[in-house]
């Protein structure tokens, strides 16, 4: 069955950096375009980026453009979200996904991973 595990998730200072990670298995990694989400306390989940299968495009949430980065090593089948200029704002767990397209500010996903917790302090 497919898997998602993230890591790197933790304790940052604002105006830090983070870099998450999400290792994939049961799947043809390369074929599928994927994303990131995150969920702050008592808030919905929401979009934060997404690529496509080659890793050529990307989108992202207007609140983290300019400061994250979403890339993808196929060949490891490893995605990851480089988070620089880190804000108080941004503290959520931070979600791997499957989604259906990178074209979209709210793509819909069809496999998850248990997430990893980021935390900023002020």
């Known amino acids: 069955q497919v898997q998602l595990v993230e890591s790197g998730g933790g304790l940052v200072q604002a105006g830090g950096s983070l870099r998450l990670s999400c290792s994939a298995s049961?799947?043809?990694?390369?074929?599928?375009?994927m994303g990131w989400f995150r969920q702050a306390p008592e808030k919905e989940r929401e979009f934060v980026a997404s690529i496509n299968w080659s890793g050529r495009a990307s989108s992202y949430a207007d609140s983290v453009k300019g400061r994250f980065t979403i890339s993808r090593d196929n060949a490891k089948n490893t995605l990851s979200l480089q988070m620089n200029n880190l804000k108080p704002e941004d503290a959520a767990v931070y979600y791997c996904?499957?989604?259906?397209?990178?074209?979209?500010?709210?793509?819909?996903?069809?496999?998850w991973g248990q997430g990893t917790q980021v935390t900023v302090s002020s």
């Open positions: 049961g799947l043809t990694f390369s074929d599928v375009p």
């Open positions: 996904a499957v989604v259906r397209t990178t074209f979209s500010k709210n793509p819909i996903a069809d496999y």
